[in-house]
């Protein structure tokens, strides 16, 4: 029996073919010193992403679900926990904004750094954002303002960070839209977070899949958690 990786990689696409050609060799790199699987999650993409994530060699896993319905980044990330073996999970993008020569740092500060959280972030020192827009650094910083008083980080919107599994089982996921980490952070409340600073890049291929309809999801999700979080405070004092 081939035994557990230490590393398992989730990757949620959505028309990434082109991307995916480019990213794939730098994972390679970044995952070079360690045993470990990549789970690529596709939502049906009509540009055959799916069929050249089945061509890489490697432990690589690809699942498509509910081919030519784009259900989001969130709820496919989800499903792939649902396929991971390693006993730390990274989540990343698939357009080349995320440098996978990151993630050995982000292993290492949960492996090694006695974190049970790793999150890549833009707002440290060291930390940048070349492949924002202006107007999408905007809209990033407006939605880090929301989110910072839920979760005391300097980049609580990044979809680069690597976690324990185990951190998992602490509490129902039930994300909407496109931030997973803020939904775990929140949620199952891993201590400590260590944030390791990361340059966000421009995408190597392809277009931004954020418009009006993620947007309009995230204000729902971050108002689920506002209420999440006040009902646990409730809970907590009714108990003391």
Request: proline share 7%; glycine share 12%.
């Amino acid at each position: 029996m081939t035994p557990d990786p230490l590393v398992s990689v989730v990757v949620p696409t959505y028309n990434e073919r082109e991307s995916l050609v480019t990213l794939y060799p730098e994972l390679c790199a970044g995952l070079a010193n360690y045993a470990s699987e990549l789970i690529i999650v596709d939502d049906g993409s009509p540009d055959g992403t799916a069929a050249y994530a089945e061509t890489l060699s490697g432990p690589v896993n690809c699942i498509v679900r509910n081919r030519g319905l784009k259900l989001g980044l969130a709820s496919a990330v989800q499903v792939g926990f649902g396929w991971v073996r390693g006993s730390v999970i990274v989540v990343m993008d698939a357009d080349g904004s995320h440098p996978p020569s990151a993630i050995p740092q982000l292993v290492e500060a949960v492996t090694k750094g006695g974190a049970e959280f790793a999150l890549g972030s833009r707002y440290i020192a060291g930390g940048s954002s070349p492949g924002l827009t202006r107007s999408r650094r905007i809209i990033s910083r407006a939605a880090t303002a929301l989110a910072r008083p839920l979760i005391s980080v300097a980049d609580p919107m990044s979809g680069f960070f690597a976690f324990r599994r185990q951190v998992l089982s602490r509490a129902s996921l039930s994300p909407l839209g496109f931030k997973i980490g803020l939904e775990i952070m929140v949620r199952c409340r891993p201590d400590p977070i260590a944030e390791i600073p990361i340059s966000f890049r421009p995408r190597t291929a392809g277009s931004s899949k954020l418009g009006q309809g993620e947007v309009g999801g995230y204000f729902r999700h971050i108002g689920r958690l506002y209420g999440f979080r006040l009902t646990g405070s409730r809970r907590a004092s009714s108990t003391r």
